[in-house]
């Protein structure tokens, strides 16, 4: 399992807004475009890479609840395992100490890949993945 988060001087509607609009996604997700639905249930598909590498992730939405948490089923090939959005109000946003603002976590909880299993694929996947994700949150950041 991999979590991020970032704190941010927007109320959670507005962070829900940016976040969970899939076609905006690769304003903040590096080199990912996405298209979906927006209720439990509908299908969203992701495709992650540089020209003709990549690989499709596509999700189906198990949980929906704007504007606070949205949990995804990656159901593809290279993807499995669950993904987490999850809008937190808090007072002081962005750390400043004014005003509200919103604490923005991504979760990852997905099965390392069989050739990587063991203490050092996941040594090398957990911090690569944290990374990862810690980078698309500062570009949220700015996005929002």
Known sequence: MITARITLAEPPARVWQVALDWSRQH???WATRARGGAAAGAAVVARTGLGPVGFTDTMEITEWDP????TVRHTGK???GAGI???VPVSGGAGNGAGNG???RWTERMPVPAPLAG???ERLLIPVGRWFLQTSLRRLARLV
Do not use: K, S
């Open 78 to 80: 290279v993807v499995r």
């Open 102 to 104: 919103t604490e923005f």
């Open 85 to 87: 959005f999850e809008v």
């Open 27 to 29: 304003e903040w997700i």
């Open 67 to 70: 504007p606070r948490r949205c």
């Open 119 to 121: 203490p050092l694929g």
